[in-house]
């Protein structure tokens, strides 16, 4: 079983910031590409960000710029902090593996991020 606890979500203003947290596995953080996805209502999932470990970073278009991933090895979490919020961010937002292979069958439960004024 894949430990993904996502945390962190609710409602944001726009142009304002909110930080999601997944607590997982170290191991997982050492040995994977891990990522956050989103599921917007009536869309398909997507990956929004990802983070190497080599701690290189990617980003989708609609993120970049706004959206940051970091990891803290020591607490075994992985974090999306989502600045300039605009309402399009709206989605269900999960944790995963990212690159190869893409992500595991088993996912968490998610975090709602609902963005409106």
């Known amino acids: 079983q894949v430990q993904l606890v996502e945390s962190g979500g609710g409602l944001g203003q726009p142009g304002r910031s909110l930080r999601l947290s997944c607590a997982t596995s170290?191991?997982?953080?050492?040995?994977?590409?891990m990522g956050w996805y989103r599921r917007a209502p009536g869309k398909q999932r997507e990956l929004v960000a990802s983070l190497s470990i080599d701690g290189s970073t990617n980003f989708a278009d609609s993120v970049k710029g706004r959206f940051a991933i970091s990891r803290d090895l020591a607490k075994n979490v992985l974090y999306l902090e989502m600045n300039s919020l605009k309402p399009e961010d709206t989605a269900v937002y999960y944790c995963n593996k990212a690159g190869v292979g893409g992500p595991w069958d088993s996912w968490g439960q998610g975090t709602q991020v609902t963005v409106s004024s």
């Open positions: 170290g191991r997982y953080l050492r040995l994977y590409t």
